[in-house]
């Protein structure tokens, strides 16, 4: 199975093919998932981001990762 996620050590450079594709990237301590935008305006690169709510699930539960309730 190829990783979809895969590991990356702190202060691993990446590369990214930033302008045919929407990034989706894992957080390795909350296992969050993020879709990432890119653009380029004039001499500034404008990124969005948004929290995948799908994804973010399905890697929770491959990596065991207990989903808590929230606080009442």
């Given at each position: 199975?190829?990783?979809?996620?895969?590991?990356?050590?702190?202060?691993?450079?990446?590369?990214?093919?930033?302008?045919?594709?929407?990034?989706?990237?894992?957080?390795?301590?909350c296992n969050l998932v993020h879709v990432w935008q890119f653009r380029v305006e004039?001499?500034?690169?404008?990124?969005?981001?948004?929290?995948?709510?799908?994804?973010?699930?399905?890697?929770?539960?491959?990596?065991?990762?207990?989903?808590?309730?929230?606080?009442?």
């Amino acid at each position: 199975m190829t990783k979809k996620f895969p590991d990356i050590e702190p202060g691993q450079e990446v590369v990214v093919d930033w302008q045919n594709n929407d990034l989706r990237w894992a957080c390795c301590d909350c296992n969050l998932v993020h879709v990432w935008q890119f653009r380029v305006e004039g001499d500034k690169i404008i990124l969005q981001a948004w929290r995948n709510n799908y994804s973010t699930s399905a890697l929770r539960r491959h990596r065991g990762v207990p989903i808590l309730e929230a606080r009442k």
